[in-house]
């Protein structure tokens, strides 16, 4: 079957095929909330009756930045790589990623398939695992595949962290990935894809890029491998970045990781399909298999 092709181009994936160069550009969000915050500032003492309102209107431009953070598409916080750019897009290219381990059980499984089919992956690790398990690390890089951050302890208050503390949690897992593999992610995704203002600031200064998803799997919650599959094949087409997870995976009722039982029934159907699975840095470029011109 022909793979569909989708030529349309969001805000958020219109990315060049080079790192993130250095130096923050802030979104036009970002622009705007500065300078209702400048303006405001300086409109105080000249209505300073008119406290109420200036105050209801900055609580109103946090709230959209809040809300702008637990979306994880959105691309207000920053670039935000949801899909692939049109040109390894048009190629056949799908991305499957993998986060939240290495995991001594499920990681392994999922490599053995992975390369049953000849295809690659990125696989988001968190640094505290990768420091742990560092000769699996190595082996995800020896077969192919490419190792990215995932922060480095995958905190459920990472969103709230202030800039110091983000910057420090990017590059401690940077510095511990990096050490394990011989090689310094490119790109990042943050626990749950949940995010604030700080991030990009944090990401810019690391020379990493934000990646999100175009469809999850819930592989962590859901134990049926037939619902979660069918969650990641509906619509699916080139260009499209998958997220599973080889840690935390869900278990079967038989007690089987549910990543490893969608994935063996998944790989066949891309291949049906025609669409091939890459890591991301072959998707962008810069690496030997990439499709991107
Ligand atoms: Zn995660």
Redesign the pocket.
Known sequence: MEPRIRPHLSSSNRASASDRSPGWRPSAAIRISLWLHAAILAALPVFPNSWAWLLSILLGDHLVLALAGLWPKSALLGPNLARLPWAPARNGLVVLTF??GPDPEVTPAILDLLDSHGAKASF?C?GKQAQGHGALVREIIRRGHSVEN??FR?SNLFACYPLGALQREIQRAQSAIAASSGTAPRFF?A??GFRNPFLDPALARSGLRYVSWTRRAFD?ACRKPETVLRRLIRNLCEGDILLL?D??SARTAEGKPVSVQVLSTLLPILDARGLRAVSLPMAMGNEPGSGAP
Do not use: E, I, L, Q
């Open positions: 986060d939240d988001f968190v995932h922060s995958h995704r626990p749950m962590t997870h840690g935390n």
